[in-house]
């Protein structure tokens, strides 16, 4: 099993980014994809997720109406576009995945997830 994050860049503020996150292995198929951030000193907060029987999505206040989640299901693959980029959204970005159905569709915290990948860094800074 394993998660691939990509696209972290340096960008200024007010800047877009997409984001990739590429699952493999995951014979039993998993229930959600989301994306998670940290900024040194800070916990890791709950940016989306995607929920892959109905394709429900989830945001974080800070990020809605900039931030937008999508799956290729084909591929495995689950992005981030994050448009209006702000200096605060700067941390490293992660993808999990959850294996674990959960009836009331909420995957908000980190503990909902079971996988983890490394992670990669956006920078938003003039």
């Known amino acids: 099993v394993q998660l691939v994050e990509s696209g972290g860049d340096l960008v200024q503020p007010g800047g877009s980014l997409r984001l990739s996150c590429v699952a493999s292995g995951f014979t039993l198929g998993y229930y959600a994809i989301g994306w998670f951030r940290q900024a040194p000193g800070k916990k890791r907060e709950g940016v989306s997720y995607i929920v892959t029987d109905d394709e429900t999505t989830y945001y974080a206040d800070s990020v809605k109406g900039r931030f937008t989640i999508s799956r290729d299901k084909y591929n495995d693959r689950v992005y981030l576009q994050m448009n209006t980029l702000l200096p605060e959204d700067t941390a490293v970005y992660y993808c999990?995945?959850?294996?674990?159905?959960?009836?009331?569709?909420?995957?908000?915290?980190?503990?909902?997830?079971?996988?983890w990948g490394r992670g990669t860094q956006v920078t938003v800074s003039a």
């Open positions: 999990a995945a959850s294996t674990t159905r959960r009836l009331d569709g909420a995957y908000y915290v980190p503990e909902e997830y079971d996988y």
